[in-house]
């Protein structure tokens, strides 16, 4: 699955932060430097977030 945006090729991180942040329906997803452009905030941010996600190991879409 490609980004809507810019085309690039999705990580299952990507898919699973963008489902986290924006919306657990969605079926076309923005890549980490898209979503981090729409969400008016640096790349590292969402990065830092991925890692508490799956660190954490309670948010089913990072397992």
Request: some cysteine; proline content about 0%; overall charge positive.
């Amino acid at each position: 699955m490609d980004c809507r945006k810019c085309g690039a090729h999705l990580t299952s991180d990507e898919k699973a932060i963008y489902m986290k942040l924006v919306s657990r329906t969605a079926s076309s997803f923005l890549c980490m430097d898209c979503l981090a452009e729409a969400l008016h905030c640096e790349r590292k941010a969402i990065e830092e977030r991925i890692r508490y996600y799956r660190e954490s190991g309670n948010c089913v879409l990072f397992r």
